[in-house]
């Protein structure tokens, strides 16, 4: 009579234990797909989503910019003075023409 008794409360505290396992787990499945949660979960992911694009479009312009300013450095001529620009001539004179002086 003891081993029935024991085995019995045996498989009662494990068939409580194990209901109330799958009702725990029912009820968090439930919460997380509820209405609120997953309107929060949405936003939150928008949000981050959000942050993340705008941050790659800061470093995308900076890289740009840097790029910009480098091809820009190596385009830039060397100095030389008007009259070798101008093929002897004064700059900014045509041929036949003086360059007036205000």
Do not use: N
């Not at 009662?12 to 997380?32: D, E, K, N, P, S």
């Amino acid at each position: 009579m003891f081993k029935r008794t024991f085995w019995f409360g045996t498989g009662v505290t494990a068939g409580f234990g194990g209901a109330m396992w799958i009702r725990r787990q029912v009820l968090r499945v439930v919460r997380r797909y509820a209405p609120e949660q997953v309107q929060v979960e949405v936003t939150t992911s928008v949000r981050r989503l959000g942050t993340d694009l705008r941050s790659a479009l800061r470093d995308g312009r900076d890289a740009m910019a840097d790029r910009e300013a480098e091809l820009r450095s190596e385009l830039t001529p060397v100095a030389r003075p008007a009259t070798a620009q101008a093929g002897g001539r004064e700059a900014g004179t045509r041929r036949g023409e003086h360059a007036r002086h205000h």
